[in-house]
């Protein structure tokens, strides 16, 4: 029996794929045996290096944790990483079709390990043309694992309209099976308004591949802060040095934080209880002695209602023993930094901008599976991707 070979791709990095990848991946394990689906992620980006010094993308280990799919082969799943400096190596090479070929020959074999499957999803990378300077774009994969394409869209009109004008056009040119669609991260009042104005008859007369090939709208996922956020455990890995408070296996280093804070000498006439929330970061200079106390207070008293502290400056000034034992006890994430408090703060940004899924999300695993079954059309899905 032929497996059904479902491509993920997206608008672009950070769109969904991975948790398209799980969330349909528990969906299928409601109907069919674990043991009659796959995952594979063809080309990979993120590297990460097992204990025996096999490297494999990042999206792969966390689907090995979370899919309950039973003897992953992480090797065999992960057939062709790309990490910085790859593509400089591959156009200076002296025989650059002999490279390609080889990675496709891995992503055959891959495939072939798989070939007993029911269904397979296939992870893409980044949005459609990533990987064609090695001759390895998602279009051109999905048309190796003879796939079926599901495109992960933006949330939005008029961005998601502009965004597929292109993406589907590189489809439609390179005669991939565009067969289904999913809207992702959208604002939840506004998902009426999309499904009014973004429909299937919309979506076949604009972007359809062949007349023979209807495109499903298979679902509108509503933003959720906590999927999206990163957690504190995430945060402290974004600074090249930094010194941690407390024990970073805590469950409380694993939950994803909301805004970040920045107190200043102005905050000490402002309603703190106004303007901290649940969940909040603090960023803090440790430069003088108002400010210390207020570390002192604020750590000692907002345990579980806190996110964490995040104590910058730390190159030019030190934190006492005293202080850090107090922070200790209180038992809040804190961890310390070299950099300044604007420095730390774009840094901050920019990982709550990229965040990734970690293997020790727990929680927003259980809340990706909640959200496919509460807002994708299962029966729809299996309609359009069908086993033969």
């Given at each position: 029996m032929k497996p059904v070979v479902i491509y993920i791709s997206g608008a672009h990095q950070h769109s969904g794929k991975t948790v398209t990848s799980i969330g349909l991946l528990s969906l299928l394990s409601k109907i069919y045996p674990t043991e009659?689906?796959?995952?594979?992620?063809?080309?990979?980006?993120?590297?990460?290096?097992?204990?025996?010094?096999?490297?494999?993308?990042?999206?792969?280990?966390?689907?090995?944790?979370?899919?309950?799919?039973?003897?992953?082969?992480?090797?065999?799943?992960?057939?062709?990483?790309?990490?910085?400096?790859?593509?400089?190596?591959?156009?200076?090479s002296g025989n650059q079709n002999r490279i390609t070929n080889t990675l496709k020959v891995n992503i055959e074999n891959a495939m072939d390990f798989l070939k007993g499957k029911k269904?397979?999803?296939?992870?893409?990378?980044?949005?459609?043309?990533?990987?064609?300077?090695?001759?390895?774009?998602?279009?051109?994969?999905?048309?190796?694992?003879?796939?079926?394409?599901?495109?992960?869209?933006?949330?939005?009109?008029?961005?998601?309209?502009?965004?597929?004008?292109?993406?589907?056009?590189?489809?439609?040119?390179?005669?991939c099976r565009l067969r289904g669609i999913i809207f992702n991260k959208v604002i939840e009042d506004k998902i009426p308004v999309m499904k009014k104005n973004i429909t299937e008859e919309l979506v076949n007369k604009r972007f359809r591949s062949r007349p023979d090939l209807p495109v499903s709208i298979l679902g509108y996922l509503p933003k959720i802060k906590s999927i999206l956020n990163p957690s504190m455990n995430v945060l402290r890995k974004k600074f090249t040095g930094h010194k941690t408070i407390g024990d970073t296996t805590d469950e409380l280093w694993k939950k994803p934080v909301n805004n970040i804070k920045i107190l200043s000498l102005v905050s000490e006439v402002m309603d703190l209880e106004t303007?901290?929330?649940?969940?909040?970061?603090?960023?803090?200079?440790?430069?003088?002695?108002?400010?210390?106390?207020?570390?002192?207070?604020?750590a000692a008293e907002m345990k579980g209602y806190l996110g964490g502290l995040i104590l910058t400056s730390a190159s030019m000034y030190t934190l006492s023993k005293e202080i850090e034992e107090i922070i200790?006890?209180?038992?809040?994430?804190?961890?310390?930094?070299?950099?300044?408090?604007?420095?730390?703060?774009?840094?901050?940004?920019?990982?709550?901008?990229?965040?990734?899924l970690q293997i020790y999300d727990e929680n927003k695993i259980k809340e990706i599976k909640h959200l496919f079954e509460e807002h994708i059309d299962f029966e729809k899905f299996i309609d359009t991707f069908k086993s033969e």
């Amino acid at each position: 029996m032929k497996p059904v070979v479902i491509y993920i791709s997206g608008a672009h990095q950070h769109s969904g794929k991975t948790v398209t990848s799980i969330g349909l991946l528990s969906l299928l394990s409601k109907i069919y045996p674990t043991e009659e689906l796959g995952y594979i992620k063809p080309v990979g980006q993120q590297v990460v290096t097992l204990a025996d010094g096999t490297t494999i993308d990042k999206d792969a280990q966390i689907i090995e944790k979370f899919s309950d799919i039973p003897a992953l082969d992480l090797k065999m799943i992960s057939p062709v990483q790309l990490p910085g400096g790859f593509t400089q190596k591959y156009l200076s090479s002296g025989n650059q079709n002999r490279i390609t070929n080889t990675l496709k020959v891995n992503i055959e074999n891959a495939m072939d390990f798989l070939k007993g499957k029911k269904y397979i999803i296939a992870e893409g990378t980044g949005h459609p043309g990533v990987g064609s300077i090695v001759g390895l774009s998602n279009a051109t994969i999905s048309n190796m694992l003879d796939s079926d394409i599901l495109y992960i869209a933006d949330g939005g009109i008029g961005r998601s309209i502009d965004r597929m004008e292109v993406d589907l056009s590189y489809f439609r040119y390179n005669r991939c099976r565009l067969r289904g669609i999913i809207f992702n991260k959208v604002i939840e009042d506004k998902i009426p308004v999309m499904k009014k104005n973004i429909t299937e008859e919309l979506v076949n007369k604009r972007f359809r591949s062949r007349p023979d090939l209807p495109v499903s709208i298979l679902g509108y996922l509503p933003k959720i802060k906590s999927i999206l956020n990163p957690s504190m455990n995430v945060l402290r890995k974004k600074f090249t040095g930094h010194k941690t408070i407390g024990d970073t296996t805590d469950e409380l280093w694993k939950k994803p934080v909301n805004n970040i804070k920045i107190l200043s000498l102005v905050s000490e006439v402002m309603d703190l209880e106004t303007f901290i929330d649940p969940g909040d970061i603090l960023l803090i200079a440790i430069m003088s002695r108002n400010r210390r106390s207020r570390i002192l207070k604020y750590a000692a008293e907002m345990k579980g209602y806190l996110g964490g502290l995040i104590l910058t400056s730390a190159s030019m000034y030190t934190l006492s023993k005293e202080i850090e034992e107090i922070i200790l006890d209180a038992g809040i994430p804190v961890f310390v930094v070299n950099e300044d408090t604007a420095a730390a703060e774009k840094i901050l940004l920019d990982a709550y901008t990229n965040t990734k899924l970690q293997i020790y999300d727990e929680n927003k695993i259980k809340e990706i599976k909640h959200l496919f079954e509460e807002h994708i059309d299962f029966e729809k899905f299996i309609d359009t991707f069908k086993s033969e």
